[in-house]
DNA sequence: TCTTGTTTAGGAATCATTCCTATGTAGCAA
DNA sequence: TTGCTACATAGGAATGATTCCTAAACAAGA
């Protein structure tokens, strides 16, 4: 993941959007991280270098990109929104101590075939596999085990 | 699921948990029901029983029972959590234009192995695959289709 | 029956996200 | 280069699901 801003620019051409400063550093805060930042953490990380944004802007902006298909949202949990700018098919695993997501890019999981049992009239578009668990840190201390 | 009032007085009591008419109400909905219902929507299922019941109590008695683990919550999307009587190994599909959520029976889904890639230390504690896309109704009419 | 810890109802509080709106600006065309 | 216009931004208010708080009710065991 090494996007330079002229790259960015590019990108967001492509795909009909302005170029602003902040649109920019947010999406290329999101493609640096592997974290898969909330809006609040993308803020954080923006904020230092532009003091007048608005965690508004970001949401704003995260919609945006994701309506251009730029972004997803990761559905985990019923929770906060994360976001991640990785478009390559994969999957997550999850820290229920830490609530960690890490990608999952095994390749044989891309290759489930359509369940059984299915309305025939309904159509898939995509899926995905969340595996839950405890990272090492978190099985080691288990007071901060969530239930 | 046919459950009787005394089959459910008869679980909780296994569990250690205290029988009141509200929850064994609030968790006979959720077993007979398939639709992952929301605090709300079970709360106006029961209500017009316990026109008293209070949407706290729902959501107290949902978090009770889950830690009982009698109920499982359906993480899917961030928006409001759904809840889940069927504790046998299963998946979803969601359409995402109504929402809905069918189980997924599959038996094949359930004999994914550990992905490669992980943290030696991570231990994965179960996992599940939520298959999106549109249902029939939804396909006929694009209208109505969320983003 | 008495006691005690749990459960309930209802109201207030929280907090992520969205809505509203005035101002700013990127990108295009003259 | 300049001006226009639609989109973007900031900031404050509103929303809505969920949680917190507290007093009263009650289930279950002694
Ligand atoms: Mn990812
Ligand atoms: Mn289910
Ligand atoms: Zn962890
Ligand atoms: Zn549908």
Not at 7 to 12: A, H, T, V
């Given at each position: 993941m090494n996007l330079s801003l002229d790259?960015?620019?590019?990108?967001?051409r492509g795909c009909g959007l302005k170029s602003t400063p902040q649109r920019t550093a947010i999406y290329r805060a999101l493609v640096h991280s592997t974290a898969h930042p909330t809006a609040e953490d993308l803020f954080a990380q923006v904020s230092?270098?532009?003091?007048?944004?608005?965690?508004?802007?970001?949401?704003?902006?995260?919609?945006?990109?994701?309506?251009?298909?730029?972004?997803?949202?990761?559905?985990?949990?019923?929770?906060?929104?994360?976001?991640?700018?990785?478009?390559s098919p994969h999957h997550h695993v999850i820290c229920?101590?830490?609530?960690?997501?890490?990608d999952v890019m095994d390749p044989r999981l891309n290759r489930l075939t359509s369940p059984s049992g299915l309305p025939k009239d309904f159509e898939i578009t995509n899926y995905q596999v969340a595996f839950r668990g405890y990272c090492g840190p978190c099985r080691r201390s288990p007071l901060l085990m969530a239930t």
């Open positions: 790259d960015i620019q590019q990108k967001f230092p270098t532009y003091p007048m944004l608005s965690l508004n802007t970001v949401y704003y902006t995260l919609g945006v990109l994701r309506k251009a298909g730029l972004v997803q949202e990761v559905n985990i949990g019923h929770d906060r929104a994360r976001f991640d700018a990785n478009l229920l101590g830490c609530r960690t997501i890490l």
